[in-house]
């Protein structure tokens, strides 16, 4: 019995995995989504039959598992595993969630910090990761977008990049654009991607996280502020506090909803309050 189960499961997750790539999903996406839908048949192989209570109580032992921004990822593959069986009536909602703020939580990056961090990597002689946090910085681009920037296209001013299921633009700052040709003159890169390994294969996202931790303690800086994401986070702060423009700055990171760009954007609580301050609705007597 335990063996026909693996093997179900097996054949299931396969046709799954056949079904993604026929929507062209990236690769690190299908394999999130396999792993996250094989958590879900481990915990309902017992009941037989998937049904509305079945997702229902799974989605209510998620959230005592894990946080709700990761039951909600979660939510996301199994949304497309019940599409997959055609099954889609029986989707679950995702767990709405107030939009944390970065400062309050103690993760808000200063451009002061981050200059900071440039400064001590090129002293310690990481020329690449100081490039790379750059690029990020300045453009507010995904970690996985560093790809797309390859010789030809730093060379025009003008990186395509292709994620998520979208094309887009990214439009290169000119002081970036001029740092990037030193680097790339610097290390004799003739052609191709920018932002390798000595192998020449893509950086690693792990890497790069675990490289700006090591920055992070040498600077004095609390780690928790220092990770890739963050640089797109200070990006989007920046150009929404010089230009006001939500349109533009959804556009810029890539995003098709703007309540996603809200979160980047907004100060948060500390906004709030300010706000809230400046109402004045009760009356301040003096004892």
């Known amino acids: 019995m335990q063996n026909d189960r693996i093997q179900l499961e097996k054949v299931m997750l396969m046709d799954f995995k056949k079904y993604l790539q026929e929507r062209e999903n990236a690769p690190s996406t299908i394999e999130k989504y396999i792993r996250d839908v094989r958590k879900f048949i481990e915990y309902s192989w017992k009941e037989k039959i998937i049904s509305k209570e079945v997702l229902i109580n799974y989605k209510m032992w998620l959230l005592e598992q894990y946080s709700v921004s990761s039951v909600n990822s979660m939510l996301v593959a199994l949304n497309q595993f019940l599409q997959f069986l055609d099954m889609g009536k029986l989707r679950l909602k995702r767990v709405k969630i107030q ?10 990056l200063q451009k002061e910090e ?8 090129r002293e310690q002689g990481k020329e690449q990761l100081a490039m790379i946090m750059e690029t990020i910085g300045a453009t507010g681009i995904r970690i996985s977008e560093l790809k797309f920037f390859c010789v030809e296209n730093i060379r025009n001013g003008l990186i395509k990049v292709w994620n ?8 290169l700052p000119r002081v970036l654009q001029k740092k990037l040709l030193n680097f790339i003159k610097r290390q004799k890169i003739s ?22 931790k090591k920055l992070a303690a040498g600077v004095g800086i609390a780690p928790e502020k220092v990770f890739p994401h963050n640089l797109r986070h200070l990006f ?10 939500l349109l533009n700055l959804a556009d810029i990171l890539g995003h098709s909803n703007l309540e996603v ?6 100060e948060g609580l500390a906004e709030w309050k300010r706000n809230i301050e400046q109402l004045k609705i009760l009356e301040i007597k003096t004892t």
Not at 164 to 171: A, E, H, L, M, W
Not at 236 to 245: E, G, H, P
């Open 99 to 108: 939009r944390q703020d970065m400062q309050s939580m103690g993760k808000e």
């Open 114 to 121: 981050f200059h900071k961090l440039i400064r001590y990597a």
């Open 164 to 171: 998520k299921g979208k094309y887009r633009f990214v439009i």
């Open 191 to 212: 052609s191709g991607p920018i932002f390798c390994t000595k192998s020449g294969r893509e950086k690693n996202r792990s890497n790069i996280w675990r490289e700006m």
């Open 236 to 245: 989007a702060r920046v150009f929404y506090k010089q230009t006001k423009n």
């Open 261 to 266: 760009t809200r979160i980047y954007a907004s």
